[in-house]
């Protein structure tokens, strides 16, 4: 507990750099939060550490805490439910095994959606390719919906997810992913901390007996303070968070400059990051001197 009290707030746990679906640079990521006035934060990429190193080495620099993180995607027969992972081990061979599945799943489905597109639209895999930086690791439709954009076929990325690449449209393809149950177990198996990203952004909660399930398997929490998420779902998940003695998190989400969220609109309070930290048993926390 000592060691936690090094980190100093304004607390930041969910941010994207363009290792995933961001637009900039792990280092970009951590002096845009910097800017900001965050003085503690997680970098979040989807399913990959690769951004780890670079923005651990970047807040060092600064004088901020870095918390190693990463947003797991998982799935339900209603759509994908995506779990913030903290102080996890990134070398676990199961949880490794699980990221090339996804990886490998991400890039084929992302295929067959740009070739879905391209029937209708003046679109090729080239150009889905270059909106993927050097470093770029998680590929998704962010990347196409940012084609479409750079081929001036949208103005926006947003309007890509309202639109062409709508799960409700013709050319969306599904993407692999486990059930949210086997996702928490193997956070935890992994030594991480599992909590649940943006939980009612539609407005609805899992039924109960579900939510029961998850906590059982291993869910820590929920990130709660969030742009996207709609009441009367956050009431009902904070009296659940205290009922049941589960961590609240609140975070920007920020994706550069692919979201209109900006680094530190929602932060984590000091006490909820110290329980993350005390249950992390996979990496440590890195504190600046």
């Known amino acids: 507990m000592e060691a936690f009290l090094r980190a100093r707030s304004p607390i930041d ?4 750099s363009n290792v995933s679906d961001g637009t900039g640079s792990p280092a970009d990521v951590v002096r845009e939060a910097h800017a900001a006035g965050v003085r503690t934060m997680s970098l979040t990429d989807h399913d990959t550490t690769a951004g780890w190193d670079e923005a651990r080495e970047e807040c060092l620099r600064l004088g901020m805490t870095f918390i190693p993180g990463m947003e797991f995607t998982s799935r339900i027969e209603y759509g994908s439910i995506h779990i913030l992972a903290y102080l996890f081990d990134p070398n676990y061979a199961p949880l490794v095994e699980e990221l090339k599945k996804l990886q490998s799943d991400r890039e084929n489905r992302l295929r067959q959606m740009t070739e879905n597109v391209s ?13 993927v930086s050097a470093s770029g690791k998680s590929v998704g439709r962010p990347h196409l919906a940012d084609a479409l954009v750079a081929r001036g076929i949208i103005s926006e990325r947003s309007e890509a997810f309202s ?6 449209g013709p050319y969306y393809v599904s993407q692999y992913a486990l059930d949210p149950l086997s996702a928490v177990k193997l956070i935890r198996s992994a030594g991480g901390v599992p909590v649940m990203a943006h939980p009612t952004t539609k407005g609805r909660v899992a039924p109960m007996e579900y939510i029961d399930r998850l906590i059982d398997a291993g869910l820590g929490g929920y990130e709660i303070e969030h742009r996207e998420n709609m009441e009367p779902g956050k009431t009902i998940l904070r009296e659940l968070c205290e009922e049941r003695g589960l961590i609240i ?7 550069g400059t692919g979201k209109p969220n900006q680094p530190g609109e929602n932060t984590t309070e000091s006490e909820m990051l110290a329980r993350i930290i005390e249950q ?9 001197e």
């Open 119 to 131: 029937a209708d639209y003046d679109i090729t895999w080239d150009h889905v390719l270059e909106q």
């Open 163 to 168: 639109g062409i690449l709508s799960k409700d």
């Open 249 to 255: 998190t609140g975070s920007s989400d920020y994706h």
């Open 280 to 288: 992390g048993t996979g990496s440590e926390p890195s504190y600046p």
């Open 13 to 16: 746990l969910h941010l994207h």
